[in-house]
């Protein structure tokens, strides 16, 4: 291998990023980080730009998930998938099919990981051909199995302990160290809720077919949208149902309203 290697660290949170980065130059000083991007649209044009040795991925970021990342850029790439969810380490992971990390990454975790690319490199083995088995992965990521579906939220409401059917949420929103939760109350009046639930880790198990991400702090319950607006900068918002409130729609998700 001629050079130092390179690796790309695609996350969407600034902080998971600043810790893998600073775990990577504890177990590798001489890896060099080309690149931190926030999203798996920024990671698809940052690998087709830079062409890393390795890349990190976040299995679930806004735009793209790191699954199909993986499936669009350069096979010599080595991939390593950085998940927070147990669930998605499956057999094929195990068996060192695919390289994984769970959050939090544990440094006895990444040092096997990092030992096992640093062999793979020193004898210049090609990256794994693993397109088979990223579109069974791909495929789970848009079809989570029903019993691990996410039907009910827990939220303290005053003194009670509120169950609130995910049916009646009409979004969730990032807020600080919490998530709100905007459902339909008795008699179908608009209501609210804090849970410290974060909200990537409610989207990773809300049903896709229902639930959408539309904003870097927003997930909104397809079901609830009354329309959707065009605005200025590739932007747009959101109007609700039954709620008076709009919703923001990034850049990032826009494609998901254009009209076919």
């Not at 390593?80 to 499956?90: E, P, Q």
Request: hydrophobic share 45%.
């Amino acid at each position: 291998m001629n050079g130092a290697p390179t690796a790309l660290i695609a996350d969407d949170e600034p902080l998971l990023r600043e810790v893998l980065r600073r775990q990577l130059a504890a177990a590798w000083p001489e890896l060099q980080i080309v690149a931190e991007p926030r999203n798996g649209l920024e990671a698809l044009e940052q690998c087709e730009a830079l062409r890393p040795t390795i890349a990190f991925l976040d299995v679930h970021m806004p735009g793209m998930s790191g699954i199909e990342v993986a499936q669009r850029i350069d096979p010599r790439t080595h991939r390593v998938f950085v998940t927070a969810f147990d669930h998605y380490a499956l057999k094929a992971f195990e068996a060192g099919v695919l390289d994984y990390l769970v959050k939090p990454v544990q440094p006895a975790r990444l040092a096997e990981t990092v030992a096992r690319l640093r062999e793979r490199l020193r004898r210049e083995q090609p990256a794994l051909h693993t397109e088979s088995l990223l579109q069974q992965l791909a495929a789970q990521l848009q079809r989570p199995a029903a019993s691990t579906a996410l039907r009910w939220l827990k939220a303290s409401v005053g003194p009670a302990v509120r169950l609130i059917p995910v049916d009646d949420i009409d979004y969730l929103k990032s807020d600080e160290k919490y998530t709100l939760v905007a459902w339909r109350g008795d008699g179908g009046k608009p209501a609210e809720a804090l849970i410290r639930t974060p909200l990537k880790e409610l989207l990773a198990q809300l049903d896709p077919q229902q639930f959408q991400q539309v904003h870097r702090a927003v997930v909104v319950n397809l079901h609830a949208i009354r329309d959707v607006t065009r605005g200025l900068n590739e932007t747009a918002e959101i109007q609700l149902k039954q709620r008076s409130e709009r919703l923001p729609v990034s850049r990032t998700f826009l494609h998901l309203f254009k009209a076919e």
